[in-house]
């Protein structure tokens, strides 16, 4: 249920704090949108701002707009996890309805040119022509990660996007694209927040053990895998 301050900033009447997250939530019902970045943890700061120079101007020389925000997940820094936001964008489409698959094919295209190498994966929404939305996490490369359709306004996690005025949301799966993960809290670490948004809303997620190998995974849950 949205709180009233969020309706109104979804029907345009919100105070101006509100009108941002209103902003988007309206982009959530009406339109497809990208969010996406050119961060990279391997790279250096001057590198990343570089690359995020370059994914602007990409996207404002094919004739969109963009509104900026952060991607805050966390990272393991000499042993002890830490607050890391990547500079992001959410880039919404032109025209209003579901998209037929070009806005997708072009901001997958973004992510593909924004870095090398690529960026791993982009959240993208549309909706889908009954009233609700369609969102997920896309590998640049190809395919679906995971899918995402709710959105969730002030709500913060392990991975979330914060706007420049400080209001946060998220994503997570709806009821339907729940998936329950046995004994699976680490492993790997995400590619990115993005990808951190989809690893965690499936549970698998415990930023604390990445430190673990997967064989070291495979030893302690060695009687849930046989």
Known sequence: MLSDDLAKAASGFAPVQEASLGRIYQHHKTRAFAILTAWRGERTLEENQVAFQKLKQRIRGSGYGFIPLDGVGQEK????????????????????????????????????????????????????????????????????????????PSMVGQFYSKLRRGRTFMYAPSAEESVEWLGVKYGDPPQGWIHGMGMQSEGRLEIARYSETLDEWRQEFAEYLD
Do not use: C, H
């Open 77 to 152: 820094v000499g042993g002890k996890v830490v607050e890391a936001s990547e500079p992001s964008l959410l880039v919404p489409n032109k025209v209003k309805g579901p998209d037929d698959g070009t806005f997708r094919k072009i901001a997958l295209g973004w992510a593909l040119e924004a870095s090398k190498p690529p960026q791993y994966a982009i959240f993208f929404a549309t909706p889908d022509g009954e009233g609700g939305t369609d969102g997920a996490v896309l590998k640049v490369g190809g395919g679906v990660e995971m899918k995402l359709s709710k959105f969730s």
